[in-house]
């Protein structure tokens, strides 16, 4: 969406026609939200920066197809490394020499997708936040053997779409994760030794520190099968970092399948 409304030729690549058709439509609501918002004296001209968007934007179940004509890649799958270096592998033979791949992993390295590759040199992280339109940051990841080049390209690509880029080396979760996720994981010690509530601990992180969000709305948020998959991937890089380790409390609720809001109950319950 950001890229299309920004003027680049953009073609959405998924599984299935019917997810692409979910997309489109979903991209579309999007539009209309912000044009409310950019446009709320001329809804003409918010009509017009819709369908110019749209135009911007083909979709296609297959990426090896695409890829010839495409300058740069940005892979959003399912995170798991596996999956990734098998798509980026397949997409390294069709590509051209010049395009750039670029994965939006928040946690994984980075390093070993562009092993995967014989473009080493033009591979990097973009990592975008969530929700994409309304978020400011993107994260652009420099691996060691990433090039200049490369690195002010994803810069500029990022400013280009009305991003702030700040840039991190490949180390785990690059800036803000590395930061957020072990916060959130020390919120969950600290409830867990039954020093302070879960509300109490919420409230006095929006209050004390000005978040949007306590710890553990977040997580629940987030999703507690992601911040789970993530801390014992980190976990198993660095067993001896007491930030990484593991918690009981949070493993038993993933395993009890409460992942947070998108079941209906995490740390808390939504109806």
């Not at 003409?44 to 695409?66: H, M, P, Q, R």
């Not at 390093?111 to 400011?136: E, I, S, W």
Request: aromatic letters at 8%; a neutral charge; proline letters at 5%.
């Amino acid at each position: 969406q950001v890229a299309a409304a920004s003027g680049h030729t953009v073609v959405l690549v998924d599984q299935s026609d019917e997810i692409l058709k979910k997309s489109t439509k979903g991209i579309e609501e999007s539009l209309k939200r912000v044009t409310k918002k950019k446009f709320a004296d001329k809804p003409e001209a918010g009509a017009e920066f819709i369908k110019k968007t749209l135009k911007n934007l083909t979709t296609s179940t297959d990426a090896a197809s695409v890829v010839h004509s495409t300058d740069l890649v940005i892979e959003a799958i399912v995170e798991n490394m596996e999956v990734k270096n098998e798509l980026f592998k397949s997409l390294d033979k069709f590509a051209p020499e010049h395009t750039i791949f670029a994965s939006n992993t928040s946690s994984l390295q980075i390093t070993k997708m562009a092993n995967a590759t014989t473009r080493q040199d033009r591979f990097g992280g973009l990592h975008f936040f969530n929700p994409v339109p309304m978020m400011k940051l993107v994260e652009v990841i420099k691996t060691p053997m990433t090039s200049q080049k490369t690195f002010e390209s994803l810069v500029d690509f990022s400013k280009a779409v009305g991003k702030s880029p700040v840039s991190c080396k490949d180390t785990p979760g690059f800036i803000v994760n590395r930061l957020l996720v072990p916060y959130m994981m020390e919120a969950v010690r600290l409830f867990e030794r039954g020093d302070a509530s879960k509300e109490d601990i919420d409230v006095a992180m929006k209050l004390g520190a000005g978040y949007p969000m306590g710890p553990f709305e977040l997580l629940d948020y987030v999703g507690l099968d992601t911040s789970k998959y993530i801390i014992d991937g980190w976990h198993s890089l660095e067993p001896n970092n007491p930030l990484f380790a593991p918690s009981p409390l949070l493993n038993k609720l993933v395993e009890e399948k409460k992942l947070g809001k998108k079941t209906g109950e995490g740390f808390y319950k939504y109806k």
